[in-house]
């Protein structure tokens, strides 16, 4: 079993900028393909970033070029960086693991997820 624990969700203005955290519980983190990924109200959830457990990283194009994900493996976390924070970025964000795909872009791949975090980007 995984547990994953998002943070750094917030409120900030456009053009502005957060760093949102999951930290993964278990010793096999580096094995992982880790995932963010997002929903905003009356929508479905979409992916946006993923990483690979040897670190290839791949992104939704709306966040290209303004987000990157990265890891940290030493302490068993994935971090997603989103600069130029727009309005309609507004969501909660999840985190996932998938412990079995390479790469992993929709959710029925991954296996665990997060709690969520909430990011509210005002216009």
């Known amino acids: 079993q995984v547990q994953l624990v998002e943070s750094g969700g917030g409120l900030v203005q456009a053009g502005g900028s957060l760093r949102l955290s999951c930290a993964a519980s278990g010793r096999t983190f580096s094995t992982y393909g880790m995932g963010w990924f997002r929903q905003a109200p009356r929508k479905e959830r979409e992916f946006v970033a993923g990483?690979?457990?040897?670190?290839?990283?791949y992104y939704v194009n709306s966040v290209k070029g303004r987000f990157t994900i990265s890891r940290d493996n030493a302490k068993n976390t994935v971090y997603l960086q989103m600069n130029s924070l727009k309005p309609e970025d507004t969501a909660v964000y999840y985190c996932?693991?998938?412990?079995?795909?390479?790469?992993?872009?929709?959710?029925?791949?991954?296996?665990?997820w997060g709690q969520g975090t909430q990011v509210t980007v005002s216009s």
């Open positions: 990483i690979s457990r040897t670190s290839t990283t």
């Open positions: 996932a693991a998938d412990v079995a795909f390479g790469i992993a872009t929709t959710s029925d791949q991954y296996d665990y």
